[in-house]
Structures are given as structure tokens and as C-alpha cells.
């Protein structure tokens, strides 16, 4: 399977259980040890578990091994392991505060709780 197809069908999972804030980076000109980052908020510790889940689910059911996952036990941060693909699922204040998008070169989206002023990482 080509790595566009997965990162499609990573998207596409993350969409189906309604994930926010979805950004996919290409790494290969940064890193050897994989291709494509998809980073990905989720409202809830339970909402990032399922939306990790579906990941795993959608990508086992295409074909692709899964090398491993993290983080599931508390679900404030799942990253699912595709080889050439990593998906990292996090909540909003973990995201914020790791920012890992500005490490490989993307661009970290504002997050604003309802009824809150911005906040962000001193």
C-alpha cells in the first residue's frame, strides 16, 4: 500500500470518530525513521482513545501492520505506530504544551476552551 493510502485512511478514521485540528506533515526530508506525522486533538481522554483505536482498526483492516501503540491506559496522549506513518492523538492542553508540530516543521493551531480566554504554554 502506497503511504498516501495510508495517511488517507488514518485521516479518514480520525474524521469518522470527528478528531480536531487533524494536520498531516511530510518528514522525509527531517527523519529516516518514518515518512508521514498526522497529529490530531481529541475533546477527552475517552475520545482520544477511540479515536486511536480507529486508527489501528482502519489501518489493520487495509493491511497495515501496526508496530505499536502508547499511551492508551490514560489517554491523554495514544500514538499509533504504522512503521512509515506515525499518528499522535492528544488532548488540547497536552498538544499545546508538547507543540510537536513546530518540531517537525508544522504550524501549531490555536486552541481557545469555550466561554475561555486563549491560553497557552509560559
Known amino acids: 500500500m ?3 493510502e495510508i ?4 485521516v479518514d478514521a480520525l474524521e469518522d470518530v470527528k478528531g480536531k485540528d487533524i494536520i498531516e506533515l511530510d518528514t522525509r526530508d527531517l527523519t529516516s525513521l518514518f515518512q508521514h506525522l498526522i497529529v490530531c486533538t481529541g475533546d477527552s481522554n475517552r475520545q482520544v482513545k477511540a479515536l486511536a483505536n480507529s486508527v489501528s482498526v482502519k489501518l489493520k ?6 508496530i505499536g501503540t502508547e ?7 495514544v500514538l499509533v505506530d504504522a512503521g512509515d506513518v506515525v499518528v499522535h ?10 507543540d510537536i ?4 516543521g508544522g504550524e ?3 486552541f481557545v476552551p469555550v466561554g475561555a480566554k486563549p491560553w497557552k504554554v509560559l
Open 61 to 66: 483492516e487495509a493491511g497495515v501492520d501496526i
Open 7 to 10: 495517511v488517507k485512511v488514518a
Open 108 to 110: 501549531k493551531p490555536s
Open 89 to 98: 492523538v492528544m488532548l488540547p492542553a497536552v498538544r499545546d504544551y508538547y
Open 71 to 77: 499511551g492508551e491506559e490514560f489517554g491523554e496522549w
Open 2 to 4: 502506497e503511504i498516501s
Open 101 to 104: 508540530e513546530a518540531l517537525w
